[in-house]
T-cell receptor, first 113, second 114 residues
Framework: NAGVTQTPKFRILKIGQSMTLQCTQD?????MYWYRQDPGMGLKLIYY???????DKGEVPNGYNVSRSTTEDFPLRLELAAPSQTSVYFC????????????FGSGTRLTVV | AQSVTQPDIHITVSEGASLELRCNYS??????LFWYVQSPGQGLQLLLK??????LVQGIKGFEAEFKRSQSSFNLRKPSVHWSDAAEYFC????????????FGAGTRLAVHP
């Protein structure tokens, strides 16, 4: 059981480049989330989705976009990378019912130079 | 505003000593409370959670936490720390019902001396 899989694990981008962070879960979870983690700041919610075709903004959505065409996949898109987007990005999922515990991916470390 | 405060950024304990990590929250609704642990280079792993009922909850790896509504706290404890407990610990709060968007504290980094 793979759980939540994030790719790539590491990436270096130049300012102005774009990229997509991939997130896939195989637990049939309805809810999926993207967080960014910065030192001393904890995790901040970027976007979340409650099911295929439904997404909404979190605390820090500027500079990012998401889509949810299937239950399994929840990619995060950076259109014009900026140094402020240097961070570690975590994808998480949970079932719509039950214990509300999140399952996290192992993260993507992104550096924008 | 909803928030989670972990007052201690870094804590160092000796192996075998007891541990308490503090967490205070501000949340208007009935909260769900969580503790997660993150080892270096890894994702977050759920240690324990509180939804309702007994205010002392047991988790994995010998951890426990106590919910005190009057103090808006959810402190994490372990009676005897092992070197492998060195990691970063995050407290999080979410709403009962709704989309359960968790709000995380800034984290406490635990170092364990042999």
């Amino acid at each position: 059981n793979a759980g939540v899989t994030q790719t790539p694990k590491f990436r270096i981008l130049k300012i102005g480049q774009s990229m997509t962070l991939q997130c896939t879960q195989d637990m049939n979870h309805n809810y999926m989330y993207w967080y960014r983690q910065d030192p001393g700041m904890g995790l901040k919610l970027i976007y979340y989705s409650v099911g295929a075709g439904i997404t909404d903004k979190g605390e820090v959505p500027n500079g990012y976009n998401v889509s949810r065409s299937t239950t399994e996949d929840f990619p995060l898109r950076l259109e014009l990378a900026a140094p402020s987007q240097t961070s570690v990005y975590f994808c998480a999922s949970r079932a719509a019912q039950g214990n509300y515990g999140y399952t996290f991916g192992s993260g993507t470390r992104l550096t924008v130079v | 505003a909803q928030s989670v405060t972990q007052p201690d950024i870094h804590i160092t304990v000796s192996e075998g000593a007891s541990l308490e990590l503090r967490c205070n929250y501000s949340y208007g609704a009935t909260p769900y409370l969580f503790w997660y642990v993150q080892s270096p280079g890894q994702g977050l792993q759920l240690l324990l959670k509180y939804f309702s009922g007994d205010t002392l909850v047991q988790g994995i790896k010998g951890f426990e936490a106590e919910f005190k509504r009057s103090q808006s706290s959810f402190n994490l404890r372990k009676p005897s720390v092992h070197w492998s407990d060195a990691a970063e610990y995050f407290c999080a709060v979410g709403a009962v019902g709704g989309y359960n968007k968790l709000i995380f504290g800034a984290g406490t980094r635990l170092a364990v001396h042999p």
